[in-house]
C-alpha cells in the first residue's frame, strides 16, 4: 500500500473512534466532548504517523509516545475540579487520556487494537455511575 494512503487511512481511524468516544460525552454533557475528543485521538495518531513515518529509521518513534502521554495529562487536569464536597472531571479526564492512546495505537497501525479499546472505553463510560 501507498505509505501515504496508510498515513490517511491510520488518521482517518483516529478520528472516527476518537468521534465514538467523544460522542458519548457531548451527549453526557460533559466540558470535553465531541470535537476535544476527536482532535486528542487525532492529535495523537498525527504525532505517532509522523514519527514512524517522517524522521527515517535511525529514530525511536517510543520517545513521541511517551511525550504525547506526558502532554495529555496536562489537557486532562484542565476538566478536573474541586468543589467543598467532591471532585468532578475524572471520568472525562480519564476518557481523554484513552482517546489518546487509542489515536496512538491507530497512527502505529493497531488497528484491532484501537477498535477495540475504544469501543470498551465508549462502553465503560455508558455504564451508570454507583453512588455510595
Known amino acids: 500500500m501507498n505509505p501515504e494512503i496508510e498515513m490517511i487511512l491510520r488518521l ?3 478520528t472516527a473512534l476518537g468521534a465514538g468516544i467523544g460522542y458519548q460525552r ?3 454533557k460533559k466540558p470535553a466532548g465531541l470535537r476535544t475528543h476527536i482532535l486528542i485521538a ?3 495518531a498525527l504525532f505517532t504517523v ?3 513515518f517522517g524522521f527515517g529509521n535511525g529514530v525511536d518513534p517510543s520517545r513521541v509516545a ?4 506526558a502532554g495529555i495529562g496536562f489537557i486532562g487536569a484542565g476538566v478536573i475540579f474541586r468543589t467543598a464536597d467532591r471532585v468532578a ?3 472525562t479526564a480519564a476518557s481523554i487520556w484513552v482517546t489518546a492512546s487509542v ?8 488497528y ?3 477498535f477495540l479499546v475504544a469501543v470498551v472505553a465508549a462502553v465503560v463510560l455508558m455504564l451508570p455511575k454507583v453512588r455510595g
Request: aromatic share 0%; net charge neutral.
Open 103 to 110: 489515536g496512538l495505537a491507530a497512527g502505529a497501525g493497531m
Open 50 to 52: 509522523a514519527s514512524v
Open 26 to 28: 457531548e451527549r453526557a
Open 89 to 91: 472531571g475524572l471520568t
Open 12 to 14: 482517518l481511524l483516529a
Open 42 to 44: 487525532l492529535g495523537a
Open 66 to 69: 511517551a511525550g504525547v502521554v
Open 112 to 114: 484491532l487494537v484501537a
